[in-house]
Nanobody, 125 residues
């Protein structure tokens, strides 16, 4: 059974940093793309960061470029999202997700088949 588990969310003041982690199990982790999405209350789920299977290719939403970094360690079945210079607009539930097959790296949430349960990130003074 394919499973993703996020951890590391929390509360931080504006300008602070947080790291969230996604750990996968139940499949060959190193052959699929992984993405981080977020959803704030009353808003649609949006893609934040994407990483290819090998980790050498990444993509970030314009709203987080220069502040967030996505990386992965395939030996640990883990993807990381490092968040710095956090803003109140970054407040959301953060989810990691993976598409249904290798070699497929979509951008839209509708094409991702497996999701974690989410972790709350709150940026507030």
């Amino acid at each position: 059974q394919v499973q993703l588990l996020e951890s590391g969310g929390g509360s931080v003041q504006p300008g602070g940093s947080l790291n969230v982690t996604c750990t996968a199990s139940g499949y060959t982790f190193g052959v699929t793309c992984v993405a981080w999405f977020r959803q704030a209350p009353g808003k649609e789920r949006e893609g934040v960061a994407y990483i290819n299977p090998g980790g050498g290719g990444t993509s970030l939403a314009d709203s987080v470029k220069g502040r967030f970094t996505i990386s992965r360690d395939n030996t640990k079945n883990t993807v990381y999202l490092q968040m710095t210079s956090l803003k109140t607009d970054d407040t959301a539930i953060y989810y990691c997700a993976t598409p249904p097959r290798e070699g497929y790296c979509p951008r839209s949430a509708r094409y991702f088949s497996t999701w974690g349960q989410g972790t709350q990130v709150t940026v507030s003074s």
